[in-house]
Structure formats: structure tokens, C-alpha cells
């Protein structure tokens, strides 16, 4: 069986997107700290049949190199998935250089390096940067949201990065980006998701389902590669 790995297992969209990769993919799951989510995902026995290992890190703590380590013990992944993330919304006077440094480091230097390096060592296969909206569309595309301006800078810069990777690393290994618009989030606020669902001209939450069965796609089509593809359902 193929093996994946996913970055941000525990996240809003990553905790979702677990039990659709298991059904196909050998799993090695990296979370930073939601202990309760992750031993929540491994109550699925099919999550916890398919589970070949789980790393703990904080990509905002440096040492990306051990982490790749961590992961090439585990095996060398078929796909990995790339969908860890910080988002942040300080107002512009609040921003500080310590904040520029860590969300670039998270949302921008982490993915880059794991993509460059675990690219490197595939036999073959996909990297695919699961991102929002604002790494295609700018930081005024989610309504009720306002991202810093570091968030904004960190998320931009992705684009350059699939496009350098896909020529970088081919013909063996293939390089998308997938943007992602509103996904369902139960802990926010019911006024946000009401506005959410009214922006969205299919009036419709992109259902995790969704984006497993385009990554998939993605998985399956050789030619796909060195571009950004957006499921927002018209945002």
C-alpha cells in the first residue's frame, strides 16, 4: 500500500481529510500539540490499521532537518501533503518582527524545505501544498476575516515555491497546490459561518471529501503539475 504523509493531522481541515486517506494510503500523521484530536482520529480502527507512524513537532521551533529524519525512518512517502499552518490576525500596528519570523517559518520556510527535501528522496509521486484561499486570491477573499499582514506574506509566497519545485524536482516527483475556500469549522462563531455560507455562490461549505477525492485526482493525472488548484466553490 502506498504511503502518505499529512502534515497538520489535527488541524480544521487535516482531522477530516484522516479517515479518507486511510482507506487508500498507508499514514504517517504529524501534529504539534492536540493530543485530545489525535487520540480522537485513532479510535477509527481503520485510521489506526492504516497508521505506519506519528511525529510530534513544532515547525516554529527550527530544526525542519530532524523532522525529515523522523519521517525517512518511517518510510519514504508516496505523497505528502503538506497542510500545517498558523493563521493569524494581528491588526498592523500589533505586528511584530518576532511574528513575521514565526509565521514565515511555519507557512512559508517549513513546507518549502519538507517539500525540497522529502522530494529529493521519493521513488516518485505527489507534494501537494494544501493552503487557503489567500496563497491564490489575496487576503480580502474570506469575508469576516481580516489575516495579518505576515500571514498574508507567508501564505503569497507559495505559488513561486510550486512552481520552482515542480520544475525542480520532475520527472519522478510532481508538485500542486490545492487552495481551499470555507470548510464547515464548528468553533467558530454562528454569525461568521452564516456570512461564510452567503458568500459562496454554490452556497456550500467544501466538504473535506472534496478535496481528498481532488488530491486524488491530482494523485492519478501525470501531467498535473507546477499549478494551484482552488475548490471554493466560486469565492
Known amino acids: 500500500m502506498r504511503l502518505a504523509l499529512l502534515t497538520g493531522s ?3 481541515l487535516g482531522r477530516r481529510l484522516v479517515p479518507h486517506l486511510a482507506r487508500s494510503y498507508r499514514l504517517i500523521l504529524h501534529y504539534r500539540r492536540s493530543e485530545d484530536v489525535l487520540s480522537s482520529l485513532l479510535e477509527d480502527p481503520l485510521v489506526r490499521e492504516s497508521l505506519a507512524g506519528v511525529v510530534r513537532w513544532d515547525f516554529g521551533g527550527g530544526n525542519l532537518e530532524g523532522f525529515v529524519e523522523e519521517v ?7 505523497l505528502v501533503i503538506l497542510s500545517a499552518s498558523c493563521y493569524d490576525s494581528t491588526p498592523a500596528r500589533g505586528v511584530s518582527e518576532e511574528l513575521f519570523e514565526y509565521l514565515a517559518r511555519v507557512n512559508l520556510v517549513a513546507p518549502s524545505y519538507i ?3 522529502l522530494g529529493t528522496v521519493m521513488e516518485r509521486g505527489l507534494v501537494v501544498f494544501l493552503t487557503d484561499m489567500i496563497a491564490t486570491s489575496g487576503h480580502e477573499v474570506y469575508v469576516g476575516i481580516k489575516p495579518s499582514l505576515p500571514y498574508v ?6 505559488q513561486h515555491v510550486v512552481r520552482y519545485l515542480a520544475k525542480e524536482l520532475a520527472p519522478r516527483v510532481r508538485v500542486v497546490g490545492i487552495a481551499v475556500g470555507w470548510v464547515d469549522n464548528p468553533r467558530a462563531s454562528r454569525r461568521l459561518r452564516e456570512a461564510a455560507l452567503r458568500s459562496i455562490p454554490t452556497g456550500a461549505f467544501v466538504e473535506p471529501e472534496e478535496v481528498y477525492r481532488l488530491i ?3 494523485a492519478s493525472t501525470p501531467s498535473l503539475n507546477g499549478v494551484f488548484l482552488t475548490m471554493s466553490g466560486g469565492i
Not at 72 to 78: M, Q, V
Not at 153 to 158: K, V, Y
Open 10 to 12: 489535527t488541524g480544521v
Open 72 to 78: 525517512l525512518r518511517i518510510g519514504i512517502p508516496d
Open 115 to 117: 517539500a525540497l527535501r
Open 153 to 158: 506574506a507567508s501564505r503569497g509566497g507559495l
Open 216 to 218: 486524488e485526482l491530482a
